[in-house]
Each structure stands twice: as structure tokens, then as C-alpha cells.
């Protein structure tokens, strides 16, 4: 997680120092920045405005922690407010550590999780005032964060937590193995609301239904030399169009190592945030599977296929053969998942 900290007294630059190497040694980013006059003094990285530095940070950081009064940072981040979905997470503490507030982006922005830990690091409290933590619900949003998985539908969301707080009964269905119990208000049975876990965009077994889409896709691809990025990304939307696959649920690209340095692969990667990983000749005609052969493939790669063989060796079973446009060829794998609810669970790194 990417964190900036900030301070506004001695005191409170003291306790940032001690915030910021304790998250560092967890693992996280941080960047400590004071106002100007306090910087000079104290010898680091300064801002002329508050504004100004927040409304940079919300650009590049997943979440601010604000050493001070609350309504410093209440000011300071109202310029900037857009949306719970995409705002950081933001976390006001006190120069003694006693009162640790998230102020927003609680559940998907992770500011809950933040101010627990960095409670347990002053040996404050956390106030937290979210409906479904005050009231002991689940927390559909948050769980979807801490698992990766990617939420369709922003209303659906809020009609799931809306259910839930009334106490009404909320389904829950699954093309994914259920580890374990469900959380209490999750029901296998039918449902004016529900939640569905599925890489396929059209799926809704409910009148109101949630897609959460976790990331269990690998693209393979292969290409002619020259391929222009947008020439792939139209051949991988139409693949996935055509089995109703969320562009969401790919979560990694897979290829012969030819082609590691593709112009078009390379570009198409980086604006789609997906990584890429390749493999030899030799290491794709060992997956083991039953593929399309091509003997022209074999004669130009030294492999029978490229994009299924691709696909499958990065991991998981092939879903999706190859399928092939305008000097590229797709095949879609998808690796095994599994859902689970339980706290400190492999599969949930989150409180």
C-alpha cells in the first residue's frame, strides 16, 4: 500500500516518524512529507499548501494518515472527495496516538484496516463508524477488497449492504468451490438480492444481482511481428465478448518467449496493467494438454501452438480455444479458486 503521512507540530512529526517506519517494516510505501516551516527546521521533505499535497497524494497514494486535529484533514481532503470506490483511504490520528479515525473510504479504500493497525501501533483506538461494522454485518465491499475481486455494479453493492443491515436475507451463489461457513445473512436459497462470484459479465440469478469478479484469467496470445497493440486489445475483446468473459477477471498475459519483446504485446500489457510472462519452445510443447496444432506455427516458433499452450502453462485449465483475428491468436485458461470467509485465511490477507 502506497502511504503518505503528514504532521503539523514536533510532537506530531515524532509520531509520524515512528508511524512511518512501523508500516515500512510491515511491508508499505510511505511518504512523510511536513508544512514548509516545520520541514526546514527539522531537516525533510516539505509542501507550501496542505491542498495542494493532498490533492497530489489522492493522484498516487492508496491512503493519507494525517498526524493531528481531525479538522485539519476534513478540510484538507474536501476538495478532493469523488467517490468511495476510487478515493484513498484517509486516517486522522492524534499527536498522542489515543483516537485513530477513518474519515473515508472505510471498506474499499481500506481505511478501516488502517486505522486498526496503526491503533495497535500507538496502543490507541480505532473509532470506527461504518454501519456494518457498528452493527456486526458483513461487510461486502471490504471482503471483495481484501480478495481482490472486483465489484460490477456500485448500486448492487449498495442494495446488498442496504439488505443486509435490515436484516433482510441475501443470496449468495458461486461458480467457485465455498470454503467454510457463509457469514451470517448469506443464503444458498432464492433472494429478491443477491451476490454471484463469476468471471461471466452476463450471469444474474437475482432480480438485483452483484457480480464480484475475482481475477482467475490468463490471456494466451501470440502474433504476428508488427502487431499494433490496439490490433490485440480488439482480438481480446471480441474473444472475451464472445464467451462472456469480464474483462476484470484476467488478471495476466502468457506468451512464447519470441515474442517478449513485441512492441504492440509490451504496450497492450502496460495500458491493460496486466504482467506478462513467457516461456520457451521447449517449455510450451512439455505443457502437458491436448491443443490446436498448426503446422505453420511449428515452422516459425519451433511449437505446434503458441496461445493455448501459453495460456495453460501459466497456470490452469484451458477455457477458452484458440481464437484467432487479424495476425493474433487468443486462448483463455482460468487457474483454480476457491471462496472462503474465514478471517486469517490464505485467501484473506485482510481483517
Known amino acids: 500500500m502506497r502511504l503518505a503521512l503528514t504532521a503539523f507540530t514536533r510532537r506530531g512529526y515524532g509520531l509520524a516518524c515512528s508511524l512511518a517506519r512501523a508500516l515500512e517494516e510491515q511491508g508499505e510505501e510511505v511518504k512523510l512529507a511536513l508544512p514548509a516551516r516545520l520541514a526546514q527546521e527539522l531537516g525533510t521533505a516539505s509542501y507550501e499548501r496542505l491542498a495542494d499535497w493532498t490533492g497530489a497524494r489522492f493522484a498516487d497514494c492508496e491512503g493519507l494518515l494525517f498526524v493531528g486535529a481531525c479538522g485539519i484533514a476534513v478540510r484538507a481532503i474536501a476538495p478532493w472527495v469523488r467517490d468511495k470506490y476510487t478515493d484513498p483511504a484517509v486516517v486522522s490520528v492524534d499527536e498522542g496516538g489515543a483516537w485513530v479515525v477513518p474519515l473515508l473510504s472505510g471498506h474499499v479504500g481500506g481505511a478501516n484496516d488502517l486505522a486498526r493497525r496503526v491503533a495497535r501501533l500507538t496502543g490507541g483506538t480505532a473509532a470506527i463508524s461504518t454501519a456494518t461494522d457498528v452493527n456486526g454485518r458483513f461487510a461486502v465491499d471490504s471482503w471483495a477488497k481484501c480478495k481482490g475481486l472486483y465489484i460490477d455494479s456500485k448500486m448492487a453493492a449498495k442494495r446488498v449492504s442496504a439488505a443486509l443491515l435490515a436484516g433482510d436475507s441475501v443470496g449468495l451463489q458461486s461458480d467457485f468451490p ?101 516461456w520457451t519452445a521447449e517449455e510450451l510443447a512439455g505443457t502437458p494438454g491436448a491443443f490446436t496444432p498448426s503446422a505453420f506455427v511449428r515452422s516459425v516458433t519451433g511449437v505446434d501452438n503458441v496461445c493455448e499452450r501459453a495460456a495453460v502453462r501459466a497456470g490452469g485449465a484451458l477455457l477458452v480455444p484458440k481464437q484467432g483475428a487479424d495476425g493474433v491468436t487468443v486462448a483463455v485458461a482460468r487457474r483454480p479458486w476457491a471462496v472462503s470467509f474465514e478471517e486469517g485465511s490464505e485467501e484473506t490477507p485482510c481483517e
Not at 454471484?196 to 504476428?224: M, N, S
Not at 462472456?244 to 504496450?267: C, M
Open 178 to 278: 465455498i470454503q467454510g461457513e457463509r457469514p451470517e445473512g448469506l443464503s444458498s436459497g432464492p433472494s429478491e438480492v443477491g451476490i454471484v462470484l463469476t468471471a461471466d459479465v452476463e450471469k444474474a440469478p437475482y432480480p438485483v444481482t452483484l457480480r464480484l469478479v475475482p481475477p482467475v484469467l490468463t490471456l494466451g496470445i501470440g502474433c504476428r511481428k508488427g502487431t499494433s497493440s490496439e490490433t490485440i486489445a480488439r482480438a481480446v475483446e471480441e474473444t472475451l465478448k464472445a464467451f462472456r468473459l469480464h474483462p476484470r477477471a484476467v488478471f495476466q498475459v502468457s506468451t512464447i518467449d519470441l515474442k517478449q519483446g513485441e512492441p504492440g504485446l509490451l504496450e497492450f500489457c502496460r495500458t491493460q496493467g496486466l504482467p506478462l510472462w513467457v
